[in-house]
């Protein structure tokens, strides 16, 4: 079974311009995730998807970024304009949430992640 | 918590010992906690999880010890070796938000 995808592998760009990041979860599941990893820490989640829903989005800088999962499946992030700051690995991840709060005996889940992005803004 | 940015805590543990990996929660409402490692270069891959309604799981090689009065959970490593070099996450997971711990390099000394 394939992983999640994630292209491009890394990127560098000057800043100010716009940058963009492709995922692609793994096969049917319906909770997809972005997260921003700073060297040396932990990722850091920036919004969470339930199918084409963006269910929080409360971390996420909308001033100058934005996201989609127009039907579902596959979703983008993007950024623009780039600010130095924005230097990171963008980690796309995927896993099969059930709807709502979960029962205390229901299967655990299990988030899968993909390689990451590194974004190196000069 | 306080991050360490550049300068990750560091677990150098010989060939064929066991490791513990500690970790400080935060959220009292966390009730599942789930341990990931991440290699470099990699995404992190999940090792093993646990629900607040327990306070040990055990896998392959690896047990999770979840102590609520405190907020601490651990990460043991049985017979470690050199592929279980990486850094280890843990994450907490209070109303759906996955909020991951700042991380523990281990290196295993051959």
């Known amino acids: 079974e394939a992983g999640v995808v994630q292209s491009p592998r890394y990127k560098i760009i000057e800043k100010k311009q716009p940058v963009a990041f492709w995922c692609n979860p793994i096969s049917g599941h319906n909770t997809l995730y972005w997260y921003r990893q700073n060297l040396g820490q932990g990722p850091e989640l920036l919004i969470r998807?339930?199918?084409?829903?963006?269910?929080?989005d409360s971390q996420l800088p909308k001033d100058r970024f934005s996201a989609e999962r127009l039907k579902g499946v596959d979703s983008t992030l993007k950024i623009q304009p780039a600010e130095l700051g924005d230097s990171a690995v963008y980690l796309c991840a995927s896993s099969t949430r059930p709807k709502g709060l979960a029962e205390p005996d229901s299967p655990q889940e299990t988030q899968y992640f993909g390689p990451g992005t590194r974004l190196l803004v000069l | 918590g306080e991050s360490v940015g550049l300068h990750l805590p560091t677990l150098s543990v010989q060939e064929g010992d066991n490791s513990i990996i500690n970790c400080a929660y935060s959220n009292s409402a966390s009730d599942y906690f789930i341990w990931y490692k991440q290699e470099s270069g990699k995404g992190p891959q999940f090792i093993i999880d646990i629900r607040s309604n327990m306070d040990k799981r055990q896998g392959q090689r690896v047990t999770v010890l979840l102590n609520k009065t405190v907020k601490h959970l651990s990460l043991q490593i049985a017979a470690t070796q050199p592929g279980d070099s990486a850094v280890y996450f843990c994450?907490?997971?209070?109303?759906?938000?996955?909020?991951f711990g700042t991380g523990t390099r281990l290196k295993v000394l051959a």
């Open positions: 998807y339930e199918n084409e829903e963006a269910v929080d």
């Open positions: 994450a907490e997971n209070p109303y759906y938000k996955y909020i």
